[in-house]
């Protein structure tokens, strides 16, 4: 029997074709890399090349940013789909970045995401009689998220506003007293604007002026209370004079924006980008702080019967 020429020494009958990984795919398998700053990847889908600048969760997902070279910062899915130097990888977090999530999650164990420290477990307080009226569905949600675990600590119920043009008037059917207290917080309270003008008027309500407690942020509406990094803006776009606020929001982010179920799905997703008080600007910050502590020091500890 003839030994074929193209055999190696030693070797009868050559390389069996069928031998090794034969099904992978021409440019290898993809390996496992961490997603190290600095390191240059590519997607594969969209074809977009930069460096990695970030690794973080946002909206339940491990998400890897990449700048490319004119600067823009794009988020991109961590995991399978990327090219280094051609080959291809799966992006996985660093060891580092991992070391520090687990650090920041025992951290957080013992603090609410208001930052404040966890009280322990204890049966649910009866509510007091003061309370915290916010302006619509949104801004409620987004105060349970953050203070939440505080306000039930304290027993403060949080009620919603549809609006502020009759705000004065709810200030009298309220009726708050030393011991039932009033604290509001008004969206876009800038000096010179509608709400700036009702606001004015309701802390002039007698006899109550004293256990009133009126402030705002000066956001168009509460998402803008949200960092607009957590959603990969460097900030809120202005959207021009006709155009529904949050419509066109939706519209610069590339999200569906249509109808109001659309808007109800877009603020769902902000929502969940925040985590902590962190993620929040301080104009809302430290407003909503400050009602917290209104209704809940001195004599406002009463409870409903």
């Known amino acids: 029997m003839n030994v074929r020429r193209n055999a190696p020494a030693g070797d009868r009958y050559g390389r069996d074709v069928l031998g090794g990984d034969w099904k992978a795919p021409r440019g290898g398998r993809a390996t496992p890399i961490e997603a190290d700053t600095g390191l240059v990847v590519e997607d594969v889908e969209t074809g977009w090349c930069g460096a990695v600048v970030a690794v973080e969760k946002a909206g339940g997902m491990q998400v890897v940013h990449l700048e490319d070279r004119r600067g823009r910062v794009k988020g991109f899915p961590l ?16 060891a580092a970045r991992r070391k520090a999530d687990l650090a920041a999650a025992r951290k957080a164990s013992s603090r609410t995401a208001s930052g404040s420290v966890a009280a322990p477990r204890t049966p649910a307080r009866v509510a007091r009689a003061s309370r915290l009226f916010v302006e619509g569905r949104h801004d409620a949600e987004l105060v349970e998220k953050v203070w939440g675990d505080d306000l039930r600590v304290e027993g403060v119920v949080v009620e919603m506003l549809d609006g502020v043009d009759d705000l004065a008037a709810l200030i009298r059917d309220f009726a708050p007293t030393p011991t039932r207290r009033m604290g509001v917080l008004v969206d876009h309270l800038v000096p010179g604007t509608k709400e700036w003008r009702i606001v004015e008027e ?8 004293d256990d009133v407690c009126i402030v705002g942020h000066p956001y168009v509406d509460v998402w803008q209370s949200v960092r607009p990094e957590r959603l990969g803006l460097e900030a809120w776009p202005v959207i021009e004079r006709g155009t529904s606020w949050k419509h066109g929001i939706l ?3 590339g999200w569906p924006h249509r109808t109001q179920a ?8 902000i929502l969940g980008t925040v985590r902590t008080y962190a993620d929040l600007q301080p104009e809302l910050l430290g407003r909503v702080e ?16």
């Open 202 to 209: 309701a802390r002039r309500v007698r006899p109550y002026a």
């Open 251 to 253: 519209a610069h982010l």
């Open 290 to 305: 400050e009602l917290i502590d209104f209704v809940t020091v001195g004599g406002a500890g009463g409870s409903d019967a």
């Open 79 to 94: 995991g399978p789909g990327f090219l280094v130097d051609g080959r291809p990888v799966v992006l996985t977090a660093p």
């Open 262 to 269: 659309d808007v109800a799905q877009g603020w769902k997703r």
